[in-house]
């Protein structure tokens, strides 16, 4: 099948950006790396938008160190994250995902706004920023907005984003010395979505840990965590297998997901701890 | 604001090293771009949903998933199809490699692998068999089971190296 796009305007700065979208009568439809809105352009499971081009936009790429956060524009590429050497030493966590994500050709392409933005349930990068305790900034026809990660994924491709309304950027609080950060999914094939996926950030504060592809949107599991920071961590699965909400497909059963989150937390503790599972 | 949307966007970049302008349909993908509007057919398309890497190309020293670019957004792009690459010879030692080696039944991914193993090719050093079968995960072969393309991209890391310390 063919695309149908509406039409389509390469923008020059964000606000040129935000004047495109709001002229674009419902229509307008934000083009970062492509890589998730040309596939479904191309099997027509979206028709008629107004492509608003955002890619050369530099101001919303890169990666810098202020005020004692990481700020990773929106269109830094999954490929640049995996090397960066900022996000390697402050955030590992999206070093590890990266690795993860799709195959190199389309690293080279997908950026982590896009990523946030589409907000798909099996993405690593959602659950990362989520586990990370990350800000999401965003920019509309109204000003800036800053939205916890906590509150941006709202359900199946949906976020707090309203129409017209541009993810601009992410910043994460910098990694303590002593922090850990841990990545673990269980994939058919390598570069394929995870059937499950969890990702554990330890702190001296306490544990945080997140889930994907097991419910509708990324979760943080807060009855996990609580037992992890207490040292139960078979209390610690129970919860987890508790709290997630997976569904079955064509890929793996509901029940199978719910066993595999389980075993990823304990072989992650296990990692973590240097005790054997 | 509206007039600033275009159903066909005038384009200028280079395709294997020649200056190209066009004006393309917002819709078009790279590939359809190449094969109906350039003729080079070089670059295959198969899903069209970045999912079997047939459709691999080069933009600005990378390779990408020509069916997930637009050929708008190619305007100032610096693109190489394997018709290109051929003929230039940088890949000569591969494609030598992919025929010595039976790597190639049908041929319709090989572009693709081509494409894809140049670039791991490119970042120096032999590659282990689990690096390039990683670096080639993207790209499905429905005819030769990998091995033999495996075999190919090794050879060459392999002698390529050996030419680099001689
Ligand atoms: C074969 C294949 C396998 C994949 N496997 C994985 C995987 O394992 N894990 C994974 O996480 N992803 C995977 N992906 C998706 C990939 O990571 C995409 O890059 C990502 O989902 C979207 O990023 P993008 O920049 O390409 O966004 P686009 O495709 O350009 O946009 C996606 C959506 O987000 C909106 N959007 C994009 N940027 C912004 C912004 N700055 N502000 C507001 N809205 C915005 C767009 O309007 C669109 O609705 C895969 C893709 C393919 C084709
Ligand atoms: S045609 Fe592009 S990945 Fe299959
Ligand atoms: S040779 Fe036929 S698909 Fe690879």
Redesign the interface.
Known sequence: MKAMAGGYARATDVQHALDLLAGADGMGRVLAGGQSLIAAMNMRLSTGDMLVDISRIADLRGVTVEENRLRIGALTRHAEIETDPLIAEHAPLLTQAAGHIAHAAIRNRGTIGGALAHADPAAEFPACVLALGGMIHVQGPDGTRDIPAEDFFVDVFETALEDGVILTAITLPLAEASEKHLLRETARRSGDYALAGLCLVKRAAGHRLSAFSVGPRPLLALAAMERLDAGDIVGAVSALRAEIDPTGDTQASAAYRRHLAGVLLTRAMAEITGEPA | ??E????R?DIALTVNGEAVEARVP??R?MI?FLRLDLGLTGAHSGC???VC?AC?IHVDG????G????A??A?GAEVWTLEGLTESGVIRDLQDAFVARNALQCGYCTPGMLA?AM??LEQGGIPDRATI???L???YCRCTGYEAIIDAVEGVAKARAGKETA
């Open positions: 604001m509206t600033a949307f275009r159903d966007i917002a819709s993908h359809d069209e949903h970045g890497g691999t990378q390779a990408v998933r069916c997930l670019m637009l708008a957004q305007d894809s670039d791991l079968r990683e670096h995960s993207g790209n």
